[in-house]
Protein backbone atom coordinates (compact mmCIF):
# COMPACT_ATOMS: atom_id res chain seq x y z
CA UNK A 1 0.00 0.00 0.00
CA UNK A 2 2.52 2.47 0.82
CA UNK A 3 4.53 1.57 -2.40
CA UNK A 4 1.37 2.29 -4.13
CA UNK A 5 1.44 5.43 -2.38
CA UNK A 6 4.53 6.11 -3.26
CA UNK A 7 4.71 5.82 -7.00
CA UNK A 8 1.32 7.91 -7.10
CA UNK A 9 3.35 10.53 -5.17
CA UNK A 10 6.15 10.10 -8.33
CA UNK A 11 3.60 10.74 -10.77
CA UNK A 12 3.22 14.09 -9.75
CA UNK A 13 6.31 16.51 -10.43
CA UNK A 14 5.03 18.52 -8.12
CA UNK A 15 5.38 16.32 -4.89
CA UNK A 16 8.97 15.89 -6.07
CA UNK A 17 10.16 19.65 -5.61
CA UNK A 18 12.35 19.70 -2.69
CA UNK A 19 11.10 23.12 -1.94
CA UNK A 20 7.32 21.80 -2.05
CA UNK A 21 8.24 19.20 -0.09
CA UNK A 22 10.15 21.74 2.69
CA UNK A 23 6.87 23.88 2.66
CA UNK A 24 4.34 20.36 3.62
CA UNK A 25 7.19 19.85 6.29
CA UNK A 26 7.11 23.07 7.97
CA UNK A 27 2.98 23.81 7.12
CA UNK A 28 2.56 20.19 9.10
CA UNK A 29 5.21 21.03 11.79
CA UNK A 30 3.19 24.37 12.67
CA UNK A 31 -0.02 23.77 12.43
CA UNK A 32 0.02 20.05 14.04
CA UNK A 33 0.43 20.89 17.06
CA UNK A 34 -1.68 24.03 17.43
CA UNK A 35 -4.56 21.73 16.40
CA UNK A 36 -3.59 18.65 18.84
CA UNK A 37 -3.07 22.01 21.28
CA UNK A 38 -6.45 23.01 20.92
CA UNK A 39 -8.45 19.88 20.97
CA UNK A 40 -6.10 18.94 24.28
CA UNK A 41 -7.41 22.15 25.79
CA UNK A 42 -10.42 21.74 25.09
CA UNK A 43 -10.66 17.97 26.18
CA UNK A 44 -8.98 19.19 29.39
CA UNK A 45 -11.29 22.04 30.37
CA UNK A 46 -14.42 19.29 29.46
CA UNK A 47 -12.96 16.87 32.25
CA UNK A 48 -12.12 19.49 34.69
CA UNK A 49 -15.71 21.65 34.41
CA UNK A 50 -17.59 18.22 34.46
CA UNK A 51 -15.04 17.07 37.55
CA UNK A 52 -15.65 20.27 39.55
CA UNK A 53 -19.71 20.34 38.54
CA UNK A 54 -19.69 16.84 40.03
CA UNK A 55 -18.17 17.81 43.51
CA UNK A 56 -19.40 20.87 44.10
CA UNK A 57 -22.96 18.82 43.67
CA UNK A 58 -22.35 16.07 45.26
CA UNK A 59 -21.27 17.85 48.64
CA UNK A 60 -24.62 20.30 47.97
CA UNK A 61 -26.37 16.92 47.92
CA UNK A 62 -24.79 15.46 51.11
CA UNK A 63 -25.76 18.42 52.89
CA UNK A 64 -29.64 17.92 51.96
CA UNK A 65 -29.16 14.30 52.49
CA UNK A 66 -28.62 15.14 56.13
CA UNK A 67 -31.48 17.41 55.85
CA UNK A 68 -33.26 15.08 54.70
CA UNK A 69 -32.98 12.65 57.66
CA UNK A 70 -33.07 15.70 60.01
CA UNK A 71 -36.36 16.29 58.66
CA UNK A 72 -37.50 12.77 58.22
CA UNK A 73 -38.33 13.01 54.67
CA UNK A 74 -38.28 9.17 54.13
CA UNK A 75 -41.08 9.22 56.54
CA UNK A 76 -43.01 12.35 55.45
CA UNK A 77 -42.74 14.40 52.51
CA UNK A 78 -44.45 17.19 53.53
CA UNK A 79 -41.36 19.28 54.55
CA UNK A 80 -41.90 22.68 52.72
CA UNK A 81 -38.28 23.28 53.63
CA UNK A 82 -36.78 20.02 51.86
CA UNK A 83 -39.16 20.98 48.78
CA UNK A 84 -37.81 24.27 48.52
CA UNK A 85 -34.28 22.84 48.71
CA UNK A 86 -35.01 20.37 45.91
CA UNK A 87 -36.55 22.68 43.84
CA UNK A 88 -33.88 25.24 44.43
CA UNK A 89 -30.91 22.34 43.65
CA UNK A 90 -33.15 21.42 40.39
CA UNK A 91 -33.54 24.58 38.97
CA UNK A 92 -30.27 25.60 39.55
CA UNK A 93 -28.49 23.00 37.64
CA UNK A 94 -31.53 22.47 35.32
CA UNK A 95 -31.72 18.84 36.60
CA UNK A 96 -34.10 16.68 38.19
CA UNK A 97 -33.65 14.67 41.67
CA UNK A 98 -35.42 11.52 42.63
CA UNK A 99 -35.35 10.65 46.14
CA UNK A 100 -35.39 6.72 46.76
CA UNK A 101 -36.32 5.18 49.80
CA UNK A 102 -35.43 1.84 51.55
CA UNK A 103 -37.77 0.07 49.52
CA UNK A 104 -36.83 0.85 46.46
CA UNK A 105 -39.21 2.89 45.46
CA UNK A 106 -39.26 6.86 44.69
CA UNK A 107 -40.39 9.18 47.43
CA UNK A 108 -40.15 12.14 45.37
CA UNK A 109 -39.54 12.98 41.82
CA UNK A 110 -38.70 16.80 40.87
CA UNK A 111 -40.19 16.25 37.08
CA UNK A 112 -43.41 14.42 39.17
CA UNK A 113 -43.15 11.67 37.02
CA UNK A 114 -41.48 8.23 38.72
CA UNK A 115 -42.74 9.48 41.96
CA UNK A 116 -44.67 6.03 43.48
CA UNK A 117 -42.41 3.54 41.02
CA UNK A 118 -40.04 1.42 42.17
CA UNK A 119 -35.71 2.22 40.64
CA UNK A 120 -33.61 -1.21 40.73
CA UNK A 121 -30.51 -0.92 39.02
CA UNK A 122 -26.65 -1.31 39.45
CA UNK A 123 -26.23 2.17 40.42
CA UNK A 124 -28.77 2.96 43.21
CA UNK A 125 -27.99 -0.83 45.00
CA UNK A 126 -24.61 0.35 45.07
CA UNK A 127 -25.15 3.80 46.46
CA UNK A 128 -27.28 1.64 49.05
CA UNK A 129 -24.30 -0.25 49.88
CA UNK A 130 -22.62 3.29 50.59
CA UNK A 131 -21.00 4.25 47.14
CA UNK A 132 -21.17 7.93 46.01
CA UNK A 133 -21.12 7.27 42.27
CA UNK A 134 -21.14 9.86 39.00
CA UNK A 135 -21.44 9.55 35.20
CA UNK A 136 -21.01 11.34 32.52
CA UNK A 137 -22.86 11.08 29.43
CA UNK A 138 -21.26 13.15 27.11
CA UNK A 139 -23.23 12.37 23.99
CA UNK A 140 -26.47 13.43 25.72
CA UNK A 141 -25.37 16.53 27.58
CA UNK A 142 -25.64 15.08 31.14
CA UNK A 143 -23.82 14.27 34.63
CA UNK A 144 -26.15 11.34 36.69
CA UNK A 145 -24.67 10.77 40.33
CA UNK A 146 -26.22 8.52 42.81
CA UNK A 147 -26.37 9.74 46.53
CA UNK A 148 -26.87 7.80 49.50
CA UNK A 149 -28.55 8.71 52.36
CA UNK A 150 -26.90 8.20 55.57
CA UNK A 151 -27.98 7.78 59.20
CA UNK A 152 -25.26 7.22 61.99
CA UNK A 153 -27.21 5.32 65.02
CA UNK A 154 -25.78 4.52 68.32
CA UNK A 155 -26.13 0.97 69.00
CA UNK A 156 -25.47 -0.51 72.98
CA UNK A 157 -22.84 -3.66 72.87
CA UNK A 158 -21.08 -5.91 75.18
CA UNK A 159 -18.08 -3.25 74.92
CA UNK A 160 -20.40 0.00 74.86
CA UNK A 161 -22.19 2.64 72.62
CA UNK A 162 -21.21 1.82 68.58
CA UNK A 163 -21.97 4.05 66.05
CA UNK A 164 -22.85 2.44 62.78
CA UNK A 165 -23.79 4.33 59.74
CA UNK A 166 -27.13 2.73 58.36
CA UNK A 167 -28.28 4.10 54.39
CA UNK A 168 -31.79 5.38 54.75
CA UNK A 169 -32.06 5.93 51.01
CA UNK A 170 -30.67 7.20 47.91
CA UNK A 171 -30.66 10.47 46.13
CA UNK A 172 -30.72 9.90 42.22
CA UNK A 173 -29.37 13.26 40.22
CA UNK A 174 -29.42 14.36 37.10
CA UNK A 175 -27.61 17.56 35.80
CA UNK A 176 -27.36 19.50 32.71
CA UNK A 177 -24.14 20.24 31.06
CA UNK A 178 -25.60 22.37 28.74
CA UNK A 179 -23.58 25.49 30.31
CA UNK A 180 -20.47 23.67 29.89
CA UNK A 181 -20.76 22.71 25.98
CA UNK A 182 -21.63 26.47 25.81
CA UNK A 183 -18.69 27.41 27.40
CA UNK A 184 -17.00 24.88 25.10
CA UNK A 185 -18.01 25.80 22.03
CA UNK A 186 -17.29 29.36 22.67
CA UNK A 187 -13.62 28.90 23.75
CA UNK A 188 -13.94 26.79 20.53
CA UNK A 189 -15.06 29.26 18.10
CA UNK A 190 -11.84 31.68 19.80
CA UNK A 191 -9.26 28.88 19.05
CA UNK A 192 -10.46 28.23 15.30
CA UNK A 193 -10.10 31.74 14.51
CA UNK A 194 -6.82 32.00 16.27
CA UNK A 195 -5.60 28.84 14.80
CA UNK A 196 -6.96 29.92 11.29
CA UNK A 197 -4.56 33.33 11.77
CA UNK A 198 -1.61 31.31 12.86
CA UNK A 199 -2.10 29.16 9.78
CA UNK A 200 -1.98 31.96 7.40
CA UNK A 201 0.53 32.98 9.55
CA UNK A 202 2.54 29.54 8.80
CA UNK A 203 2.16 29.31 5.59
CA UNK A 204 3.53 32.67 4.68
CA UNK A 205 6.76 32.15 6.98
CA UNK A 206 6.58 28.32 5.19
CA UNK A 207 7.01 29.26 1.58
CA UNK A 208 9.23 32.27 2.74
CA UNK A 209 11.98 29.34 4.70
CA UNK A 210 11.08 27.11 2.04
CA UNK A 211 12.36 29.79 -0.60
CA UNK A 212 15.45 30.42 1.11
CA UNK A 213 16.27 27.48 1.68
CA UNK A 214 16.32 26.12 -1.37
CA UNK A 215 17.79 29.28 -3.17
CA UNK A 216 21.65 27.61 -2.96
CA UNK A 217 20.11 24.56 -4.89
CA UNK A 218 18.70 26.89 -7.43
CA UNK A 219 21.86 28.64 -7.47
CA UNK A 220 23.79 24.95 -7.78
CA UNK A 221 21.48 24.32 -10.70
CA UNK A 222 22.00 27.47 -12.68
CA UNK A 223 25.82 26.93 -12.48
CA UNK A 224 25.25 23.59 -13.75
CA UNK A 225 23.05 25.04 -16.30
CA UNK A 226 25.57 27.65 -17.49
CA UNK A 227 28.79 24.77 -18.04
CA UNK A 228 26.00 22.46 -19.57
CA UNK A 229 25.19 25.77 -21.99
CA UNK A 230 29.07 26.38 -22.66
CA UNK A 231 28.65 29.76 -21.42
CA UNK A 232 31.30 28.59 -18.42
CA UNK A 233 33.61 26.16 -17.73
CA UNK A 234 34.38 27.48 -14.35
CA UNK A 235 34.19 25.28 -11.29
CA UNK A 236 31.29 26.33 -9.01
CA UNK A 237 31.23 27.01 -5.28
CA UNK A 238 27.99 27.16 -2.90
CA UNK A 239 29.50 26.69 0.52
CA UNK A 240 26.12 27.55 2.24
CA UNK A 241 25.16 24.32 3.08
CA UNK A 242 27.21 21.03 3.45
CA UNK A 243 25.18 18.99 0.63
CA UNK A 244 25.93 22.20 -1.69
CA UNK A 245 29.61 21.65 -0.98
CA UNK A 246 29.32 18.21 -1.65
CA UNK A 247 27.57 18.57 -4.53
CA UNK A 248 29.48 21.00 -5.95
CA UNK A 249 33.03 19.06 -5.02
CA UNK A 250 30.95 16.20 -7.19
CA UNK A 251 30.44 18.43 -9.94
CA UNK A 252 33.74 19.97 -9.86
CA UNK A 253 35.22 16.42 -10.09
CA UNK A 254 33.50 15.08 -12.67
CA UNK A 255 34.06 18.77 -14.63
CA UNK A 256 37.98 18.32 -14.12
CA UNK A 257 37.27 14.29 -15.10
CA UNK A 258 35.18 15.83 -18.75
CA UNK A 259 38.30 18.47 -19.02
CA UNK A 260 40.83 15.53 -19.01
CA UNK A 261 39.09 13.43 -21.22
CA UNK A 262 38.42 16.29 -23.62
CA UNK A 263 42.01 16.59 -23.43
CA UNK A 264 42.73 13.38 -23.92
CA UNK A 265 40.21 13.15 -26.65
CA UNK A 266 41.73 15.88 -28.85
CA UNK A 267 44.88 14.35 -28.70
CA UNK A 268 43.86 10.86 -29.46
CA UNK A 269 42.08 12.51 -32.93
CA UNK A 270 45.65 14.63 -33.41
CA UNK A 271 47.34 11.13 -32.94
CA UNK A 272 45.12 9.09 -35.06
CA UNK A 273 45.25 11.66 -37.92
CA UNK A 274 49.09 11.96 -37.87
CA UNK A 275 49.37 7.84 -37.38
CA UNK A 276 46.80 7.72 -40.32
CA UNK A 277 48.22 10.33 -42.63
CA UNK A 278 51.91 9.24 -42.41
CA UNK A 279 51.44 5.93 -44.38
CA UNK A 280 49.25 7.58 -46.76
CA UNK A 281 51.82 10.62 -47.37
CA UNK A 282 54.61 8.06 -47.57
CA UNK A 283 52.39 6.23 -50.42
CA UNK A 284 51.42 10.05 -52.16
CA UNK A 285 55.19 10.30 -52.12
CA UNK A 286 56.14 7.21 -53.70
CA UNK A 287 53.36 6.90 -56.43
CA UNK A 288 54.40 10.90 -57.33
CA UNK A 289 57.95 9.66 -57.86
CA UNK A 290 56.82 6.73 -60.14
CA UNK A 291 54.76 8.80 -61.92
CA UNK A 292 56.85 11.62 -62.54
CA UNK A 293 59.25 8.94 -64.06
CA UNK A 294 57.61 7.36 -67.07
CA UNK A 295 60.60 5.27 -68.33
CA UNK A 296 61.73 4.05 -64.72
CA UNK A 297 62.60 0.21 -64.70
CA UNK A 298 60.99 -2.07 -63.58
CA UNK A 299 63.07 -2.56 -60.77
CA UNK A 300 62.56 0.54 -59.18
CA UNK A 301 58.67 0.14 -60.06
CA UNK A 302 58.86 -3.19 -57.94
CA UNK A 303 60.79 -1.74 -55.45
CA UNK A 304 58.15 1.29 -54.39
CA UNK A 305 55.53 -1.20 -54.61
CA UNK A 306 57.02 -3.24 -52.50
CA UNK A 307 57.28 -0.12 -50.12
CA UNK A 308 53.75 1.43 -50.48
CA UNK A 309 52.51 -2.79 -49.76
CA UNK A 310 54.38 -2.33 -46.47
CA UNK A 311 52.72 1.16 -45.67
CA UNK A 312 48.99 -0.59 -46.71
CA UNK A 313 50.02 -3.10 -44.12
CA UNK A 314 50.87 -0.69 -41.47
CA UNK A 315 47.61 1.40 -42.28
CA UNK A 316 46.09 -1.46 -41.50
CA UNK A 317 47.01 -2.54 -38.78
CA UNK A 318 46.47 0.97 -36.84
CA UNK A 319 42.78 0.58 -38.05
CA UNK A 320 42.26 -2.73 -36.69
CA UNK A 321 44.20 -1.99 -33.61
CA UNK A 322 41.71 1.12 -33.37
CA UNK A 323 38.57 -1.18 -33.82
CA UNK A 324 39.86 -3.38 -31.07
CA UNK A 325 40.55 -0.83 -28.63
CA UNK A 326 37.17 1.13 -29.26
CA UNK A 327 35.66 -2.50 -29.01
CA UNK A 328 36.85 -2.63 -25.37
CA UNK A 329 36.36 0.73 -24.48
CA UNK A 330 32.71 0.46 -24.66
CA UNK A 331 31.07 -0.35 -21.21
CA UNK A 332 28.54 -3.14 -23.03
CA UNK A 333 31.66 -5.28 -24.63
CA UNK A 334 31.02 -8.54 -23.38
CA UNK A 335 33.44 -10.92 -22.38
CA UNK A 336 33.69 -14.88 -23.63
CA UNK A 337 34.43 -16.60 -20.12
CA UNK A 338 35.10 -20.43 -20.71
CA UNK A 339 37.70 -22.27 -18.37
CA UNK A 340 40.98 -22.30 -20.18
CA UNK A 341 44.19 -23.78 -19.67
CA UNK A 342 46.48 -21.02 -19.56
CA UNK A 343 50.05 -22.60 -19.22
CA UNK A 344 48.76 -24.30 -23.15
CA UNK A 345 47.50 -21.09 -23.84
CA UNK A 346 50.89 -19.15 -23.23
CA UNK A 347 53.12 -22.08 -24.42
CA UNK A 348 51.15 -21.41 -27.90
CA UNK A 349 51.28 -17.87 -28.39
CA UNK A 350 55.25 -17.98 -27.32
CA UNK A 351 55.49 -20.63 -30.37
CA UNK A 352 53.65 -18.19 -32.79
CA UNK A 353 56.00 -15.74 -31.56
CA UNK A 354 59.62 -17.50 -31.62
CA UNK A 355 60.33 -16.69 -35.34
CA UNK A 356 60.12 -12.87 -34.70
CA UNK A 357 62.67 -13.57 -31.58
CA UNK A 358 64.52 -15.58 -33.56
CA UNK A 359 64.92 -12.66 -36.06
CA UNK A 360 66.27 -10.58 -33.58
CA UNK A 361 68.28 -12.79 -31.73
CA UNK A 362 66.40 -13.17 -28.53
CA UNK A 363 65.64 -15.63 -26.51
CA UNK A 364 62.05 -16.91 -25.69
CA UNK A 365 61.74 -18.30 -21.95
CA UNK A 366 58.97 -20.27 -20.22
CA UNK A 367 58.70 -20.70 -16.51
CA UNK A 368 55.68 -22.52 -15.63
CA UNK A 369 55.20 -22.71 -11.51
CA UNK A 370 52.37 -24.72 -11.30
CA UNK A 371 49.39 -25.29 -13.70
CA UNK A 372 47.24 -22.73 -14.09
CA UNK A 373 42.87 -23.18 -15.19
CA UNK A 374 41.29 -19.82 -15.12
CA UNK A 375 37.59 -18.50 -16.30
CA UNK A 376 38.70 -15.93 -18.78
CA UNK A 377 38.10 -14.54 -22.29
CA UNK A 378 40.65 -16.60 -24.77
CA UNK A 379 40.82 -14.46 -27.80
CA UNK A 380 41.36 -11.48 -25.04
CA UNK A 381 44.19 -13.28 -23.12
CA UNK A 382 46.23 -14.42 -26.06
CA UNK A 383 46.43 -10.45 -27.12
CA UNK A 384 47.70 -9.70 -23.72
CA UNK A 385 50.44 -12.22 -23.51
CA UNK A 386 50.75 -11.64 -27.47
CA UNK A 387 51.51 -7.61 -26.90
CA UNK A 388 53.21 -7.64 -23.77
CA UNK A 389 55.57 -10.58 -24.76
CA UNK A 390 55.95 -8.90 -28.54
CA UNK A 391 56.84 -5.32 -26.81
CA UNK A 392 59.66 -7.55 -24.45
CA UNK A 393 61.25 -8.53 -27.86
CA UNK A 394 60.95 -5.39 -29.62
CA UNK A 395 62.23 -3.24 -27.44
CA UNK A 396 65.16 -5.78 -26.68
CA UNK A 397 68.73 -6.13 -27.67
CA UNK A 398 70.75 -8.08 -29.57
CA UNK A 399 71.27 -11.22 -27.77
CA UNK A 400 68.70 -10.63 -24.92
CA UNK A 401 66.01 -12.49 -23.46
CA UNK A 402 62.45 -12.65 -22.46
CA UNK A 403 61.66 -14.51 -19.56
CA UNK A 404 57.31 -15.18 -19.11
CA UNK A 405 56.72 -16.74 -15.76
CA UNK A 406 52.95 -18.16 -14.78
CA UNK A 407 51.81 -18.69 -11.34
CA UNK A 408 48.85 -18.50 -9.32
CA UNK A 409 47.40 -18.61 -5.63
CA UNK A 410 43.99 -19.40 -4.24
CA UNK A 411 42.53 -16.33 -5.98
CA UNK A 412 44.58 -14.87 -8.26
CA UNK A 413 46.81 -15.99 -11.09
CA UNK A 414 49.66 -14.04 -12.38
CA UNK A 415 51.33 -13.77 -15.46
CA UNK A 416 54.80 -11.90 -15.77
CA UNK A 417 57.32 -10.67 -18.82
CA UNK A 418 60.44 -9.60 -18.03
CA UNK A 419 63.01 -8.54 -20.85
CA UNK A 420 66.62 -7.39 -21.09
CA UNK A 421 65.67 -4.82 -23.31
CA UNK A 422 66.40 -0.61 -23.37
CA UNK A 423 63.76 -0.15 -20.70
CA UNK A 424 61.55 3.01 -19.87
CA UNK A 425 63.19 6.34 -18.74
CA UNK A 426 61.20 6.85 -15.07
CA UNK A 427 58.99 10.17 -16.75
CA UNK A 428 57.77 7.58 -19.47
CA UNK A 429 56.26 5.03 -16.68
CA UNK A 430 52.99 6.80 -16.26
CA UNK A 431 52.38 7.80 -19.73
CA UNK A 432 53.07 4.33 -21.83
CA UNK A 433 49.41 3.22 -21.48
CA UNK A 434 48.84 6.20 -23.57
CA UNK A 435 47.07 5.61 -26.82
CA UNK A 436 50.17 6.34 -29.21
CA UNK A 437 52.56 7.30 -26.86
CA UNK A 438 55.97 6.26 -27.98
CA UNK A 439 59.12 6.30 -25.46
CA UNK A 440 61.70 7.04 -28.24
CA UNK A 441 59.66 8.28 -31.01
CA UNK A 442 62.93 8.38 -33.22
CA UNK A 443 63.06 4.92 -33.30
CA UNK A 444 59.38 4.43 -33.11
CA UNK A 445 59.62 3.85 -37.55
CA UNK A 446 62.68 0.93 -36.94
CA UNK A 447 60.45 -0.73 -34.24
CA UNK A 448 57.36 -0.79 -35.85
CA UNK A 449 53.55 -0.75 -34.29
CA UNK A 450 50.83 1.47 -33.92
CA UNK A 451 51.15 2.94 -30.26
CA UNK A 452 48.50 1.05 -29.11
CA UNK A 453 49.62 -2.06 -27.87
CA UNK A 454 49.76 -1.36 -24.10
CA UNK A 455 46.77 0.94 -24.45
CA UNK A 456 44.57 -2.79 -25.64
CA UNK A 457 46.62 -5.03 -23.37
CA UNK A 458 45.34 -2.86 -20.18
CA UNK A 459 41.72 -2.24 -21.30
CA UNK A 460 41.87 -5.83 -21.78
CA UNK A 461 42.85 -6.42 -18.36
CA UNK A 462 40.77 -4.02 -16.56
CA UNK A 463 38.18 -6.54 -18.94
CA UNK A 464 38.84 -9.18 -16.51
CA UNK A 465 39.00 -7.03 -13.40
CA UNK A 466 42.43 -7.35 -12.96
CA UNK A 467 45.64 -5.04 -13.02
CA UNK A 468 48.71 -4.56 -14.67
CA UNK A 469 52.06 -2.76 -13.56
CA UNK A 470 55.36 -2.47 -14.31
CA UNK A 471 58.91 -1.86 -13.23
CA UNK A 472 61.56 -0.99 -15.36
CA UNK A 473 65.02 0.73 -15.42
CA UNK A 474 66.29 2.79 -18.36
CA UNK A 475 69.39 0.68 -20.30
CA UNK A 476 68.30 -2.57 -17.89
CA UNK A 477 65.27 -4.26 -19.39
CA UNK A 478 61.33 -3.84 -18.08
CA UNK A 479 59.03 -6.28 -15.94
CA UNK A 480 55.41 -6.26 -17.11
CA UNK A 481 53.35 -7.97 -14.00
CA UNK A 482 49.65 -8.57 -14.80
CA UNK A 483 47.25 -10.02 -12.41
CA UNK A 484 43.70 -11.68 -12.88
CA UNK A 485 41.28 -13.25 -10.71
CA UNK A 486 41.22 -16.91 -11.11
CA UNK A 487 37.34 -17.03 -10.85
CA UNK A 488 35.08 -14.34 -13.13
CA UNK A 489 34.01 -12.03 -11.55
CA UNK A 490 30.57 -10.43 -12.92
CA UNK A 491 30.60 -6.86 -13.53
Do not use: C, W
Amino acid sequence: MLLKLKKVFQNFRFFRSLRVRLLLIIMVVGILPGVLMRYGIMQSYEDRAVALRTNTVQTQLRILANHLITYNYLQDNSSEVIGAELAMLSNLYDGRVLIIGGNFKVVTDTYGISQGKTIISEEVIRSFRGESLSNYDRTHGYIEMTTPITETITIMTDNGEVEETVVRGVMLTSISTDSIISTMDSLNQRAMILEALMIVVIISIAIVLSDILTRPFARVTQAINEVKAGHSDDSISVPDYMETVHIGDAFNQLLGRMKVLDDSRQEFVANVSHELKTPLASMKVLADSLLAQPEAPVEMYQEFMGDITVEIDRENQIITDLLALVKMDKKVAGLNITAVNMNELTELVLKRLRPIARKKDVELVFESIRPVTAEVDEVKMTLIISNLVENAVKYNKEHGSVTVVLDADHQMFSLKVSDTGIGIPADSLEHIYERFYRVDKSHSKEVGGTGLGLAITRSAVLMHRGSITVQSLEGEGSTFLVKIPLSHIAG
